[in-house]
């Protein structure tokens, strides 16, 4: 069955999730995610922020998931989706900086951006990391296709899965986005707080 044997290839993409550091040498998985959690966690009392930015279908995820860090995980996280400004830098500064001119404005050191990109080498992408290295934020990566793609060395932590489908990158950057915030808010496990809506 064709719909089953997608699923199947789905589950084996994000179970290969593999993720590195900053020098580029593997992380654990359950260490990373929980490392990812525990920095989303202690943004509020720092009276720091998240940002999440992406293209296209990442820039969906993004939406959606600053919506729930803000609103469910209670952590201010903001995706830069206004037309207006997008439009306006793209426009005047040129689509490169589309995020990283809103970074430099709001951004503040302390602040972490998290990075997605299915091939990890958009320029607009790229320059937006280096905006929040640069201000003194914190960069973690998602990011697919190849594995040598430049995003993958930007950030403290790299998520990577190794395929070159923008479903099953994009699929699998969702579900980690999703672990995420659902352990953040102990909706996973199931036995954790189910007053938090994370749909
Ligand atoms: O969703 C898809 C393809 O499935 C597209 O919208 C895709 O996100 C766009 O082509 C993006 O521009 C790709 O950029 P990136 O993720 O490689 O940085």
Not at 13 to 32: C, E, F, I, R, Y
Not at 134 to 143: A, L, Y
């Amino acid at each position: 069955m064709a719909a089953l044997g997608y699923f199947d290839r789905m589950r084996d993409t994000v179970g290969g999730v593999q993720v590195s550091d900053a020098a580029g040498a593997p992380v654990d998985l359950d260490s990373a995610i929980g490392r990812l959690v525990g920095r989303f966690a202690a943004l509020p009392a720092a009276g720091a922020k998240a940002v999440i930015v992406g293209n296209g279908g990442s820039a969906a995820i993004a939406s959606h998931f600053a919506t729930d860090f803000s609103k469910n995980g209670k952590v201010p996280t903001l995706a830069f989706s206004d037309a207006a400004l997008l439009t306006c830098i793209s426009n005047d500064l040129g689509y490169e900086n589309v995020y990283a001119r809103p970074i430099e404005l709001f951004g503040k050191p302390g602040d972490l951006l998290l990075a997605i990109s299915s091939s990890g080498s958009s320029a607009n992408i790229l320059t937006a990391a280096r905006a929040a290295l640069d201000g003194g934020m914190e960069v973690v990566t998602m990011s697919g296709f190849r594995p040598d793609n430049p995003l993958r060395s930007m950030g403290a932590l790299n998520f990577y899965i190794n395929s070159d489908s923008y479903g099953f990158v994009e699929c699998s950057h969702f579900m980690l986005c999703h672990l995420a915030i659902d352990l953040l808010t102990g909706a996973w496990p199931e036995h954790g707080d189910r007053d938090s809506e994370t749909a």
